[in-house]
């Protein structure tokens, strides 16, 4: 099943407003909390019961033809959706809590394939314990499709970019480059682990990966250092070397510049990093961690590690 469809009865714009919302709702299922809480009303009226410090919120999309293709099945595009926003809060070190959906549908979307990515968007919604309390659906032109997701967590510790020092040493999880191959459409946001990170001290800054390391870690870092970065440390996905065969680059280049990788890139205090990775590896025995480099005084680089050259070239651009 595709997106689109050509057959006049299985098109969304076969059905009524009031009809669509209810399918929808009954498609995210227990992911929706029930009215007042939920939908139905103008606003979802949430009752304030949350005792952390911090309330942290962000916003994302997941678009056909940029984010996926029109042959991806919906339970991909859906999980993609939410997924992507869950990797921002386990950067942040939240707990997801809220969350709102807008969808922009061509009046041939198939309604079979938007059932298909409610429930997917309900399921990874519910393992995180978010809750889709309400939102909005409207028609655009025919081929198109877009849905929009935003997420409240909470934190009593929050992690945040630009607060690393001197020295500090650089972690990533899991593995890096090729993310097209198929990660970017079946990977699940490190919220556990972002929310473990936030309770330790001796992480000082953190983000997750979505548009490649050369990117991401300069926005980690801030104007006032650099990164010195390992790269026979890079902890590499197959897929990168695949990639890297049909490509003609390097396997390394891949990993430093794909994106979509949604893992997390953190600061540790240097004299921590050792006791903190053993921590780490107790916890989450699963998934891989490797220090990568480390933070010296600097301009914003990101450095090759041997030969204190800044690597040349950037990682994913939404308008460069
Ligand atoms: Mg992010």
Request: net charge positive; aromatic share 6%; with cysteine.
């Amino acid at each position: 099943m595709s997106l689109f469809t050509t057959q006049k009865s299985r098109r969304v714009a076969q059905v009524s407003e009031e009809n669509l919302i209810e399918i929808i709702v009954h498609s995210l299922g227990r992911a929706c909390p029930p009215f007042p809480a939920g939908p139905g009303g103008d606003c979802a009226i949430i009752p304030q019961t949350e005792k952390a410090r911090y309330r942290v919120s962000t916003i994302d999309s997941v678009i056909v033809g940029r984010h996926f293709d029109s042959s991806c099945s919906g339970k991909l595009a859906g999980r993609k959706l939410v997924e992507r926003n869950l990797s921002d809060l386990a950067a942040s070190g939240a707990k997801p809590k809220d969350a709102l959906l807008s969808l922009m549908l061509g009046p041939n979307v198939d309604l079979d394939w938007l059932k298909e990515f409610a429930q997917a968007v309900g399921q990874s919604a519910r393992r995180a314990g978010l809750r889709i309390n309400g939102g909005d659906v409207c028609q655009i032109q025919a081929g198109q499709f877009s849905a929009t997701l935003s997420v409240q967590g909470f934190s009593q510790r929050v992690l945040t970019r630009t607060t690393c020092r001197k020295d500090d040493r650089l972690f990533v999880t899991g593995e890096l480059g090729g993310s097209r191959l198929g990660h970017h459409l079946n990977f699940r946001a490190r919220i556990s682990e972002g929310l473990w990170l936030a309770n330790q001290k001796a992480v000082t800054a953190c983000t997750d990966l979505s548009d490649g390391l050369l990117k991401d870690l300069p926005s980690l870092i801030g104007k006032k250092y650099d990164a010195l970065v390992d790269l026979e440390k890079l902890p590499m996905r197959r897929a990168a070397h695949t990639i890297a065969q049909q490509s003609g680059r390097k396997a390394w280049q891949h990993a430093l510049q794909d994106g979509e990788d949604y893992e997390l890139l953190f600061c540790v205090k240097a004299k921590e990093s050792s006791s903190f990775a053993r921590k780490f590896k107790k916890h989450f025995p699963r998934t891989r961690l490797t220090e990568i480099g480390l933070i010296q005084v600097g301009q914003g680089l990101a450095r090759d590690q041997k030969t204190h050259r800044p690597f040349s070239g950037k990682g994913f651009g939404h308008f460069a």
